[in-house]
């Protein structure tokens, strides 16, 4: 894993796109699973999620970057949870506002937000360490990796499971539906799926990154 | 058992509806700490404590904000008091018994950001259960909770003498697993209902 | 806060203020924002929520245009007031003010978990004229088919729900049948493939029916003024979108 920085760092396109790849929230960290496999077996849901967590993300962490010279070490964490708290009541609020329909789909979820570790791991990692542009580039990348692991669940549940695409019908009548994917089991199936890939990628990247820097034995 | 007895709650908690095999809750902890059967075993009784605390608090609570009619403060109100009762269930660990609060390491604090307790405070909100209610539904989430939890660990030790594909280990596996054993779960759907 | 904090304050007096002046400053600020939005959000969401039962009120209640809500207590049929305990009652008329039927939710332990639906009753033809399912958990495919089968939902445009006449219950109790022998109009034509999620409706549909409607036969008179006049107490909430009835328009015919 990446080590984190600890002194300011300049602000480039690597610190948004390090969220979408290597430190992919859910992908390579292993962090913010419950949503991930609770509200993916629709694509649409799938993307309100993500959206809705990107922007506790980066509100919540934009605050504590503002904060940090003013938060005594021993009573961050609170604070923080404090912080996450409110953000993410006021989506609660959106939401309903926004869409009932969306919000009985979500559901608890939503305000399950607040637990994603991913939102308190940030906070602590970088948020409390970083100048407020570079955590809010970061935020957005994190933010969009974990959307794009949201999105990769969804859409490959909700086409297997129910024949659409964010609602849109695919396949004709006679499709009949892979049912158990969106069902719990499907979940946990799909995404250990996606981790075997992404380690069957990465142990490929490693094996080509040993190869081109051993000298030539002989075979 | 009619559908809000007690009965019927509990055991829709701990197995129909288990928490972490259907309805995707404790995740993380139940991705971390299923390797072995003694910190899952001790990891499960932490999680079951916390959770009726957590589930009395916050039926306490959400009385008390009704009534003042500042529900909109139930979210932050919740989590501070999960973060407080873990706070106590790891003082008292500490001293009662060091060689568990040692083994447990960083996984006892975590239990604040576990979905699993928050998810009973806010389900038994949501779903306005009485306070008897409310008992049986943590207490049924909890035992739930660490049924998932040994099943898992005991799969796992299993697993750790087999031979298994590099890239599956760890994550990848365990999900597949769980996906398994929430499949097999599915077959305890229906249980405690009439057959009118 | 932990022992090293408690430790290092009595060490660092200054700390102590600061960990109070940061939580204290950081508290204000969430109460401001999360209030804030509270009250931007409020009249939307009460107005989604209005929709969104009316939607299923008035597909429920074939014909009825206005609703007024009432309760069900101890003392019979009474107008729904802010601290009035019991069961919902939802009133449906058409334009003129005339009571097309009534409908209140009902629920049962379903395949997977609880199912919650709102059933519409018309208590002239004395039959159930619609359901609609609130919430359920079912085998999507299988068991949600009891909201989206139009066979199954053939069941509910006349289920008869005739109450006793010894004033207690119902004549015949709604009862769940094998999927193509219904042949009584108090029956219901289970979906094949789906017996527990359809015997869970007709259950839930037998249990409410028995006790709601000798009462609503009872106090029916009370449910039909409904439309008449607003209270002046309630000219601001939500039954204010229901229009004034002159009493000389109304007609009541049993």
């Given at each position: 894993?990446?080590?984190?920085?600890?002194?300011?760092?300049?602000?480039?396109l690597?610190t948004?796109?390090?969220g979408l790849?290597?430190?992919n929230?859910?992908?390579?960290?292993l962090l913010?699973?419950?949503?991930?496999?609770a509200?993916?077996?629709?694509?649409?849901?799938?993307l309100a999620m993500g959206?809705?967590?990107t922007?506790?993300?980066?509100?919540?962490?934009?605050?504590v970057?503002?904060?940090r010279?003013f938060?005594?070490?021993?009573v961050?964490?609170?604070?923080?949870?404090i912080?996450i708290?409110?953000?993410v009541?006021m989506?609660?609020?959106a939401i309903q506002?926004?869409?009932?329909?969306l919000?009985?789909?979500l559901g608890?979820?939503?305000?399950l937000?607040?637990?994603n570790c991913?939102?308190?791991g940030?906070?602590?990692?970088?948020?409390s360490?970083?100048?407020?542009g570079a955590t809010?580039?970061?935020?957005?990348?994190?933010g969009?990796g974990?959307?794009?692991?949201l999105?990769?669940?969804g859409a490959v549940?909700e086409?297997?499971?129910?024949g659409?695409?964010?609602g849109?019908a695919?396949?004709?009548?006679n499709f009949?539906?892979?049912?158990?994917?969106i069902?719990?089991?499907g979940?946990?199936?799909?995404?250990?799926a996606?981790?075997?890939?992404?380690?069957?990628v990465r142990?490929?990247?490693?094996q080509?990154?040993?190869?081109?820097g051993?000298?030539q034995h002989?075979s | 058992m009619?559908?809000d007895?007690v009965?019927?709650?509990?055991?829709?908690?701990?197995?129909?509806n288990?928490?972490v095999l259907?309805?995707f809750?404790?995740?993380?902890?139940f991705l971390?700490?299923?390797a072995?059967?003694?910190?899952a075993w001790s990891?499960?009784?932490?999680?079951?404590?916390?959770?009726?605390v957590s589930s009395?608090c916050?039926?306490?609570i959400?009385w008390?904000l009704?009534?003042f009619e500042?529900?909109?403060?139930?979210?932050?109100c919740y989590?501070?008091?999960?973060a407080?009762a873990?706070?106590l269930v790891?003082?008292?660990?500490?001293?009662?018994s060091?060689a568990?609060f040692?083994?447990?390491?960083?996984f006892?604090p975590?239990?604040t950001?576990?979905c699993?307790?928050l998810?009973?405070?806010l389900f038994?909100?949501?779903?306005e259960?009485?306070?008897?209610?409310?008992?049986?539904?943590?207490?049924?989430?909890g035992?739930?909770?660490?049924?998932?939890?040994m099943?898992m660990?005991?799969?796992r030790?299993q697993?750790?003498?087999a031979k298994v594909p590099s890239?599956?280990q760890?994550?990848?596996?365990?999900?597949?697993?769980?996906?398994?054993l929430s499949?097999?779960f599915?077959?305890?759907?229906?249980?405690?209902?009439?057959h009118? | 806060?932990n022992?090293?904090?408690?430790?290092?304050a009595?060490?660092?007096?200054g700390l102590?203020y600061?960990?109070?002046?940061t939580?204290?400053?950081v508290?204000?600020l969430?109460?401001?924002l999360?209030v804030?939005?509270?009250?931007?959000t409020?009249?939307?969401?009460?107005?989604?929520?209005?929709l969104?039962?009316?939607?299923a009120?008035?597909k429920?209640?074939?014909g009825?245009?206005?609703?007024?809500d009432?309760?069900?207590?101890?003392?019979?049929i009474?107008?729904?007031?802010?601290?009035?305990?019991?069961?919902?009652?939802y009133a449906g008329y058409?334009?003129?003010?005339r009571l097309?039927g009534?409908a209140?939710e009902a629920?049962?332990?379903g395949?997977?978990?609880?199912?919650?639906?709102l059933?519409?009753?018309d208590?002239?033809?004395?039959c159930?004229?619609?359901i609609?399912v609130?919430?359920m958990t079912?085998?999507p495919?299988?068991?949600d088919k009891?909201a989206?089968?139009?066979d199954f939902?053939q069941?509910?445009?006349a289920?008869?729900a005739r109450?006793h006449?010894?004033?207690q219950?119902?004549?015949?109790?709604?009862?769940p049948?094998k999927?193509?022998?219904?042949?009584?109009p108090?029956q219901?034509?289970?979906?094949?493939?789906a017996?527990i999620?359809s015997?869970a409706?007709?259950?839930?549909?037998n249990d409410?029916?028995?006790w709601?409607?000798p009462i609503i036969?009872q106090h029916?008179?009370v449910?039909?003024?409904?439309a008449?006049?607003?209270?002046?107490?309630?000219?601001?909430g939500?039954?204010a979108?229901?229009l004034?009835?002159e009493?000389?328009?109304?007609?009541?015919?049993?």
């Amino acid at each position: 894993m990446p080590t984190l920085p600890n002194t300011q760092e300049p602000v480039t396109l690597d610190t948004f796109l390090r969220g979408l790849w290597e430190e992919n929230p859910v992908f390579v960290m292993l962090l913010g699973m419950c949503p991930v496999l609770a509200v993916s077996n629709s694509a649409i849901n799938a993307l309100a999620m993500g959206l809705a967590s990107t922007f506790v993300l980066v509100a919540s962490n934009s605050l504590v970057s503002l904060l940090r010279h003013f938060i005594p070490k021993q009573v961050r964490i609170a604070t923080y949870i404090i912080i996450i708290a409110t953000f993410v009541t006021m989506v609660d609020y959106a939401i309903q506002a926004i869409s009932l329909d969306l919000y009985n789909a979500l559901g608890a979820f939503i305000q399950l937000i607040v637990v994603n570790c991913m939102i308190l791991g940030r906070a602590e990692a970088y948020a409390s360490k970083q100048p407020l542009g570079a955590t809010i580039i970061n935020g957005l990348g994190i933010g969009a990796g974990f959307t794009l692991a949201l999105l990769s669940l969804g859409a490959v549940r909700e086409i297997l499971g129910a024949g659409s695409l964010f609602g849109i019908a695919l396949f004709g009548d006679n499709f009949q539906p892979w049912v158990v994917m969106i069902l719990p089991p499907g979940g946990f199936f799909v995404l250990g799926a996606w981790l075997l890939i992404f380690a069957w990628v990465r142990q490929h990247r490693q094996q080509r990154l040993d190869q081109e820097g051993v000298p030539q034995h002989d075979s | 058992m009619t559908a809000d007895s007690v009965t019927f709650i509990f055991l829709n908690a701990a197995i129909v509806n288990n928490f972490v095999l259907a309805m995707f809750l404790g995740i993380c902890p139940f991705l971390g700490v299923s390797a072995k059967r003694e910190t899952a075993w001790s990891m499960g009784l932490a999680v079951i404590f916390v959770m009726l605390v957590s589930s009395i608090c916050a039926y306490g609570i959400n009385w008390m904000l009704t009534e003042f009619e500042i529900e909109y403060l139930r979210l932050i109100c919740y989590i501070a008091v999960i973060a407080s009762a873990v706070q106590l269930v790891e003082m008292t660990m500490k001293k009662y018994s060091p060689a568990l609060f040692r083994a447990l390491g960083i996984f006892l604090p975590l239990i604040t950001t576990n979905c699993a307790i928050l998810g009973v405070a806010l389900f038994q909100t949501s779903r306005e259960y009485s306070f008897m209610q409310s008992i049986a539904f943590s207490l049924g989430a909890g035992v739930g909770f660490t049924i998932a939890l040994m099943l898992m660990a005991g799969m796992r030790q299993q697993l750790e003498l087999a031979k298994v594909p590099s890239i599956s280990q760890g994550a990848a596996m365990t999900l597949m697993l769980a996906g398994l054993l929430s499949l097999a779960f599915m077959g305890f759907a229906g249980l405690g209902s009439q057959h009118g | 806060m932990n022992q090293e904090g408690i430790n290092q304050a009595a060490v660092d007096p200054g700390l102590t203020y600061r960990m109070l002046r940061t939580l204290g400053l950081v508290a204000t600020l969430s109460g401001l924002l999360v209030v804030l939005s509270y009250r931007v959000t409020l009249p939307i969401i009460e107005e989604n929520k209005r929709l969104a039962i009316e939607r299923a009120l008035f597909k429920v209640i074939p014909g009825a245009v206005m609703r007024r809500d009432f309760v069900i207590t101890d003392e019979g049929i009474q107008r729904a007031q802010q601290d009035l305990e019991g069961t919902t009652l939802y009133a449906g008329y058409n334009q003129e003010g005339r009571l097309k039927g009534v409908a209140l939710e009902a629920a049962a332990a379903g395949y997977q978990d609880v199912i919650r639906i709102l059933y519409g009753y018309d208590p002239y033809c004395q039959c159930i004229r619609g359901i609609e399912v609130l919430k359920m958990t079912e085998t999507p495919g299988i068991g949600d088919k009891i909201a989206r089968d139009a066979d199954f939902q053939q069941n509910f445009i006349a289920l008869e729900a005739r109450p006793h006449v010894s004033g207690q219950g119902l004549e015949h109790a709604i009862v769940p049948v094998k999927h193509g022998t219904k042949s009584e109009p108090w029956q219901i034509d289970a979906i094949s493939g789906a017996t527990i999620s359809s015997k869970a409706i007709a259950r839930m549909l037998n249990d409410s029916s028995q006790w709601v409607v000798p009462i609503i036969q009872q106090h029916l008179a009370v449910v039909e003024a409904g439309a008449l006049n607003i209270d002046d107490d309630q000219r601001d909430g939500p039954e204010a979108s229901l229009l004034r009835v002159e009493e000389s328009r109304y007609a009541h015919t049993p």
